[in-house]
């Protein structure tokens, strides 16, 4: 088209090929706007993905968390309960090997909760609770609190788990006072009776303890003998002091050179776990050397009574071969 007919607003007829171009949009055209309303829609499936896993991980509980904390200290076992609809808000405690106990109950609509059966009483246990928190706080911590403790909401008849907390109750280094005593040596004949004694003093650790026996010899590994469970009728309070002694005995009969070695008493207690430095039973075998001694003379004289025996046997036999022999020289030729 030449300039004149430019500017005169002439358009000359378009050939079919490019009718067709502008009828019918490209497919690079196309794929771009697909690609484009793609990417629209994975986005929007990942802002919900996301939303909703932040409702999901607000009320899930992956584990209890752990929670070490020592004789006499105060802890204080966190639950957030913002944005959860409830009517109801719960503390357990589940000590290891038995059921859940509930321990208090909290309605939403009101202010304080209340505690349970043996937790009701207990002033150790307190409850801080406002619109969105019900904190579960122990002090003065003993062992026996050692437990899982959770966090529960409750609406209409579903229940959640909101936290969980794995409480772990440990003495003090200055705490344990527990020590063990054995006599060094013993002393005794092969075929007597023995009674091997364990001394243990608690100290100021109140809880029940475990007595186990082991034996040591150069025959063969220490290996556990003998379990004693701690009872209170072992045991005696010395007057004015917090210190526990308790005696275990361990008897043994008819002894042989197989019960000969080191004899250990350890103790659990407190978490801990005490040996004491060992008994060593000594087997002086005097009985064993009795026996011994009659074998062995037996042995030795049992040539002497046999010798004789033989002796004369032997002799009567070339007596009678020296008879023959005389008999025989008579006969004439």
């Known amino acids: 088209m030449s300039p004149f007919e430019a500017s005169l ?74 944005g959860t609809v409830a009517d109801f808000f719960f503390w357990y405690k589940q000590p290891l090997g038995q059921k859940p106990q509930r321990m208090s109950i909290f309605l939403d609509y009101k202010k304080n909760g209340t505690f349970a059966d043996d937790f009701k009483d207990d002033l ?38 909101l936290e969980a907390y794995s409480l772990h109750v440990r003495y003090t280094p200055s705490d344990i006072q527990t020590s063990v005593d054995q006599s060094s040596s013993e002393n005794i004949h092969a075929g007597d009776s023995v009674t091997l004694n364990c001394t243990v003093h608690t100290g100021s650790c109140d809880e029940e303890h475990r007595v186990y026996w082991f034996k040591d010899s150069e025959d063969s590994h220490p290996g556990l003998i003998y379990t004693h469970e701690g009872r209170n009728d072992q045991c005696e309070r010395k007057n004015n002091t917090q210190t526990h002694s308790c005696v275990y005995e361990e008897h043994m009969k008819n002894l042989t050179e197989s019960h000969a070695g080191i004899y250990y008493c350890a103790v659990v207690s407190c978490g801990h776990i005490l040996f004491g430095n060992g008994t060593k039973l000594d087997l002086t075998g005097e009985n064993l050397l009795k026996l011994n001694s009659t074998l062995i003379l037996g042995v030795c004289l049992a040539p002497c009574r046999v010798l004789p025996s033989v002796c004369e046997c032997v002799c009567r036999c070339e007596s009678g071969l020296k008879s023959k022999q005389h008999q025989s020289s008579k006969v004439p030729t």
């Open 9 to 82: 607003g002439y358009s000359p007829p378009l050939f079919p090929s490019q009718e067709l171009d502008l009828a019918v949009p490209s497919v690079q055209l196309h794929l771009q706007r697909c690609q484009s309303i793609w990417h629209q829609a994975r986005a929007a499936l990942l802002r919900t993905k996301e939303s909703n896993c932040q409702i999901a991980n607000r009320h899930r509980v992956v584990g209890p968390n752990y929670q070490p904390v020592f004789v006499g200290q105060e802890v204080t076992l966190k639950c957030f309960h913002g």
């Open 124 to 161: 150790r246990f307190e409850l801080q609770t406002n619109k969105d928190r019900h904190h579960l706080k122990i002090s003065n911590v003993k062992i026996s609190d050692s437990a899982t403790y959770y966090c529960i909401s409750s609406y209409s008849y579903a229940f959640t788990f």
